[in-house]
């Protein structure tokens, strides 16, 4: 049984960044891999980022590619996400995921392959 705590949400202006972080409990977190996702209002959740149990492999949707960074801290079973230029399309609630599938398995950008959740935080980017 894994936990998600994300903090690090709040408004910004666009052109803006954030980092976002999630505490995990449970001593496998670094058997993990571990995922970014976000849901704005109306729209379907969907992946950010993600990146492997070592941190060796990392995956970003394309619309955040050259802005926003992964990474984590096995020792401090924490997970970030360093968010940069922000834009106002950027607005949506954020979810940290735990999945048991290995890399190899390729599902870390399926919401469904995911197995334990954050609450959410909220990013907020005006204009």
């Known amino acids: 049984q894994v936990q998600l705590v994300e903090s690090g949400g709040g408004l910004v202006q666009a052109g803006g960044s954030l980092r976002l972080s999630c505490a995990a409990s449970?001593?496998?977190?670094?058997?993990?891999?571990m995922g970014w996702f976000r849901q704005a209002p109306g729209k379907e959740r969907e992946v950010v980022a993600a990146?492997?149990?070592?941190?060796?492999?990392?995956y970003y949707t394309d619309s955040v590619k050259g802005r926003f960074t992964i990474s984590r801290d096995n020792a401090r079973n924490t997970v970030y996400l360093r968010m940069n230029s922000l834009k106002p399309e950027d607005t949506a609630v954020y979810y940290c995921?735990?999945?048991?599938?290995?890399?190899?398995?390729?599902?870390?950008?399926?919401?469904?392959?995911?197995?334990?959740w954050g609450q959410g935080t909220q990013v907020t980017v005006s204009s």
């Open positions: 995921a735990a999945d048991k599938s290995s890399w190899d398995s390729g599902t870390y950008y399926s919401p469904r392959e995911y197995d334990y």
């Open positions: 449970g001593r496998t977190f670094s058997r993990y891999v």
């Open positions: 990146i492997s149990w070592r941190g060796g492999s990392t």
